[in-house]
């Protein structure tokens, strides 16, 4: 279940996508591909704030 989804980036590979949970403070990764395909992991966690979108710099960072 996701919270207030409110933004997503795919990594520059397209292996995982990360979803930025505006009310629960935090950017959850779902992978897409590789061994780790179907889990899903907090990425980042307690945010300073409300997260409001998420864009990938195109060179792996967020």
Same mark, same amino acid.
């Given at each position: 279940?996701?919270?207030?989804?409110?933004? =997503?980036?795919?990594? @520059?590979? /397209?292996?995982? !996508?990360? !979803?930025?949970?505006?009310?629960?403070?935090?950017?959850? %990764?779902?992978?897409? $591909?590789?061994k780790r $395909?179907?889990? %899903? /992991?907090?990425? !980042?966690?307690?945010? @300073?704030?409300?997260?409001?979108? =998420?864009?990938?710099?195109? /060179?792996?960072?967020?």
């Open positions: 279940m996701l919270f207030f989804a409110n933004g =997503i980036a795919l990594s @520059p590979d /397209e292996d995982f !996508v990360l !979803v930025a949970e505006t009310s629960q403070y935090q950017i959850t %990764r779902f992978w897409l $591909k590789g $395909k179907g889990e %899903r /992991e907090v990425f !980042v966690e307690n945010l @300073p704030g409300f997260p409001d979108g =998420i864009m990938g710099s195109g /060179e792996g960072n967020y």
